[in-house]
C-alpha cells in the first residue's frame, strides 16, 4: 500500500490543487535523531490519511451532487435505490415478451418505448404514481422481468472554465465522441432533447483528439462523430440514451469511440456494448474521478472496454481519478490546455481529458472496424506505451502511459 502512494507522488499534487490542498495535514514535529526508516513510515502514514480523508471528500461531494439533482428536478430525476441518479419515473426492462409486458400493465406500469439496439432488445416502462424506483424495480423482480434497472445517468470525468471554439477537422479517421455535442463535428446526431447541442466538455474532448489551434491532438487531422447524449435535458447522460448512441457510431462504421462519462453498471448498456464490440467497433472510456476508494466506473469496467487513467506533467496519477474493474492505460490528464472560447486554450484536468488521447492512438492504428484486426491494433498501442510503476501490467498505470507527448503544456 504504501509504495503506490510513492508512485502516485500524492503530497506535490495535492499542493498544486487548491480544493484539495487543504486536506493536506500539518507536517508533524519531528524529534531529532529520526532515522530514515522512521521518517518515510511517518510520511507515509500522512500519505495514507491524506488519501483516506480525500476519498471521503468526494464521495460527500458524489452524494451531494445527486441529492441537489433532484431537488433542482424532482420530475425528471431521482434515486435509484443505489443512490444514483436516474430517470425519475421510469425503470429499463431487458427483452420483455408480450406476456411479461401484459402482467406490467395490468399492474399499472405504461410502455413508453420498446427498443432495439444491435439486437439488444430492451423496453422503457413508466412507473405508476406513486412508487419509487426502488420499489418499482423490486416488484418487477418479483414478477419475474429479467435485466429490470433504473436508467442511470452518467457524469462528465472533466472539467472545461469556458466555452471551447471548434476543433479542427481534417479528412483523416473518423474517431467517435459520445458526450455532449462538439462543435464542428463531421457527424452529428442527437439522443436527448435539445440534441445536439454545442458542448464545452466534449469539444475540450474532440480537440485533444484532433488538435485545435496550438492545441496538439492524439490524431491530428481526425474527423469528429458526435454523439449528443445530453442536449438540454437535466436527465440526459442516461444509459438508454448512451447505449442508442453507440448503435448510431456502429451503423456509421466508427471504428474507435471514446467515452468521457460515468455511471454504475447497467444490463442493456453493456449489451449493447458487447454487440458494439462483435461489429469491431472498440470502446476506451475515462475511470471517472471519484476517487480510488469509489465504487468501479462504467462503462470503463464493462469487459473489452480500454479503460484509461490520468496522469499529471510528472507521470503522477491524478488524485481524484476514480477506478475501474481492470485498466489498460495512463494518458496526460492535468497541467495540459484544450481549445477555449474564441480559440483562446484554457486549462483542463480530469480522466475525461486522458482517454480521449488514448482513443487518438489507437484510431492511428485502427482506422476501420474490424474485430479480427483489433487485437492487433492494441498490441500496437501496447508498443507505443510507456511503462512506469511496477515491471509489466500494473493496477496503477495499466499497461503504460500513452500519448506523453500529445500534451499541449499550461504555463
Same mark, same amino acid.
Given at each position: 500500500?504504501?509504495?503506490?502512494?510513492?508512485?502516485?507522488?500524492?503530497?506535490?499534487?495535492?499542493?498544486?490543487?487548491?480544493?484539495?490542498?487543504?486536506?493536506?495535514? *500539518?507536517?508533524? &514535529?519531528?524529534?531529532?535523531?529520526?532515522? *530514515?526508516?522512521?521518517?518515510?513510515?511517518?510520511?507515509? #502514514?500522512?500519505?495514507?490519511?491524506?488519501?483516506?480523508?480525500?476519498?471521503?471528500?468526494?464521495?460527500?461531494?458524489?452524494?451531494?451532487?445527486?441529492?441537489?439533482?433532484?431537488?433542482?428536478?424532482?420530475?425528471?430525476?431521482?434515486?435509484?435505490?443505489?443512490?444514483?441518479?436516474?430517470?425519475?419515473?421510469?425503470?429499463? @426492462?431487458?427483452?420483455?415478451?408480450?406476456?411479461?409486458?401484459?402482467?406490467?400493465?395490468?399492474? /399499472?406500469?405504461?410502455?413508453?418505448?420498446?427498443?432495439?439496439?444491435?439486437?439488444?432488445?430492451?423496453?422503457?416502462?413508466?412507473? *405508476?404514481?406513486?412508487?419509487?424506483?426502488?420499489?418499482?424495480?423490486?416488484?418487477?423482480?418479483?414478477?419475474?422481468?429479467?435485466?429490470?434497472?433504473?436508467?442511470?445517468? &452518467?457524469?462528465?470525468?472533466?472539467?472545461?472554465?469556458?466555452?471551447?471554439?471548434?476543433?479542427?477537422?481534417?479528412?483523416?479517421?473518423?474517431?467517435?465522441?459520445?458526450?455532449?455535442?462538439?462543435?464542428?463535428?463531421?457527424?452529428?446526431?442527437?439522443?436527448?432533447?435539445? !440534441?445536439?447541442?454545442?458542448?464545452?466538455?466534449?469539444?475540450?474532448?474532440?480537440?485533444?483528439?484532433?488538435?485545435?489551434?496550438?492545441?496538439?491532438?492524439?490524431?491530428?487531422?481526425?474527423?469528429?462523430?458526435?454523439? #449528443?447524449?445530453?442536449?438540454?435535458?437535466? !436527465?440526459?447522460?442516461?444509459?438508454?440514451?448512451?447505449?442508442?448512441?453507440?448503435?448510431? $457510431?456502429?451503423? &456509421?462504421?466508427?471504428?474507435?469511440?471514446?467515452?468521457?462519462?460515468?455511471?454504475?453498471?447497467?444490463?442493456?448498456?453493456?449489451? @449493447?456494448?458487447?454487440?458494439?464490440?462483435?461489429?469491431?467497433?472498440?470502446?476506451?472510456?475515462?475511470?471517472?474521478?471519484?476517487? *480510488?476508494?469509489?465504487?468501479?466506473?462504467?462503462?470503463?469496467?464493462?469487459?473489452?472496454?480500454?479503460?484509461?487513467?490520468?496522469?499529471?506533467?510528472?507521470?503522477?496519477?491524478?488524485?481524484?481519478? /476514480?477506478?475501474?474493474?481492470?485498466?489498460?492505460?495512463?494518458?496526460?490528464?492535468?497541467?495540459?490546455?484544450?481549445?477555449?472560447?474564441?480559440?483562446?486554450? $484554457?486549462?483542463?484536468?480530469?480522466?475525461?481529458?486522458?482517454?480521449?488521447?488514448?482513443?487518438?492512438?489507437?484510431?492511428?492504428?485502427?482506422?476501420?472496424?474490424?474485430?479480427?484486426?483489433?487485437?492487433?491494433?492494441?498490441?500496437?498501442?501496447?508498443?507505443?506505451?510507456?511503462?512506469?510503476?511496477?515491471?509489466?501490467?500494473?493496477?496503477?498505470?495499466?499497461?503504460?502511459?500513452?500519448?506523453?507527448?500529445?500534451?499541449?503544456?499550461?504555463?
Amino acid at each position: 500500500m504504501r509504495r503506490l502512494w510513492h508512485s502516485i507522488g500524492l503530497v506535490p499534487l495535492l499542493a498544486a490543487t487548491p480544493a484539495l490542498a487543504q486536506l493536506v495535514p *500539518p507536517v508533524p &514535529h519531528l524529534p531529532a535523531p529520526l532515522s *530514515p526508516d522512521r521518517l518515510l513510515s511517518r510520511v507515509d #502514514d500522512a500519505l495514507e490519511s491524506t488519501t483516506d480523508r480525500v476519498a471521503q471528500r468526494l464521495e460527500a461531494i458524489r452524494r451531494s451532487t445527486a441529492a441537489r439533482l433532484v431537488r433542482a428536478y424532482p420530475d425528471r430525476i431521482a434515486l435509484d435505490p443505489d443512490g444514483n441518479p436516474a430517470r425519475a419515473g421510469e425503470v429499463v @426492462v431487458d427483452d420483455p415478451d408480450e406476456a411479461m409486458l401484459a402482467t406490467l400493465q395490468a399492474r /399499472g406500469y405504461g410502455v413508453l418505448t420498446r427498443e432495439e439496439v444491435l439486437g439488444v432488445r430492451y423496453a422503457r416502462l413508466a412507473v *405508476p404514481h406513486g412508487r419509487s424506483l426502488g420499489q418499482a424495480i423490486r416488484e418487477l423482480r418479483k414478477l419475474g422481468a429479467s435485466g429490470v434497472t433504473a436508467d442511470q445517468l &452518467h457524469a462528465t470525468s472533466g472539467s472545461v472554465p469556458a466555452k471551447p471554439a471548434p476543433a479542427d477537422m481534417g479528412g483523416g479517421t473518423v474517431v467517435g465522441v459520445i458526450d455532449g455535442g462538439v462543435a464542428g463535428a463531421t457527424l452529428r446526431a442527437g439522443f436527448a432533447s435539445g !440534441a445536439p447541442r454545442d458542448s464545452d466538455h466534449a469539444t475540450a474532448v474532440a480537440s485533444l483528439i484532433s488538435g485545435a489551434g496550438i492545441v496538439r491532438g492524439g490524431l491530428p487531422g481526425a474527423r469528429i462523430a458526435s454523439a #449528443d447524449v445530453y442536449g438540454t435535458d437535466p !436527465a440526459g447522460g442516461n444509459a438508454t440514451a448512451i447505449a442508442r448512441a453507440i448503435g448510431w $457510431m456502429v451503423e &456509421h462504421r466508427v471504428s474507435v469511440v471514446t467515452i468521457s462519462l460515468t455511471g454504475p453498471a447497467n444490463p442493456v448498456l453493456g449489451k @449493447v456494448i458487447a454487440a458494439a464490440q462483435a461489429r469491431g467497433t472498440a470502446i476506451v472510456a475515462a475511470v471517472g474521478n471519484n476517487g *480510488p476508494a469509489a465504487p468501479p466506473a462504467y462503462p470503463a469496467s464493462y469487459p473489452g472496454v480500454l479503460a484509461v487513467t490520468g496522469v499529471d506533467a510528472r507521470a503522477r496519477v491524478l488524485i481524484e481519478a /476514480g477506478r475501474a474493474s481492470h485498466l489498460d492505460y495512463a494518458a496526460p490528464g492535468a497541467d495540459m490546455l484544450a481549445m477555449g472560447a474564441s480559440g483562446r486554450t $484554457m486549462r483542463v484536468r480530469g480522466t475525461s481529458f486522458a482517454a480521449p488521447l488514448v482513443a487518438a492512438t489507437l484510431a492511428r492504428f485502427y482506422p476501420a472496424a474490424s474485430a479480427g484486426q483489433l487485437q492487433a491494433a492494441i498490441a500496437k498501442v501496447n508498443a507505443v506505451a510507456r511503462d512506469a510503476g511496477a515491471r509489466g501490467p500494473d493496477p496503477v498505470f495499466g499497461r503504460g502511459i500513452v500519448c506523453e507527448a500529445c500534451r499541449t503544456p499550461a504555463q
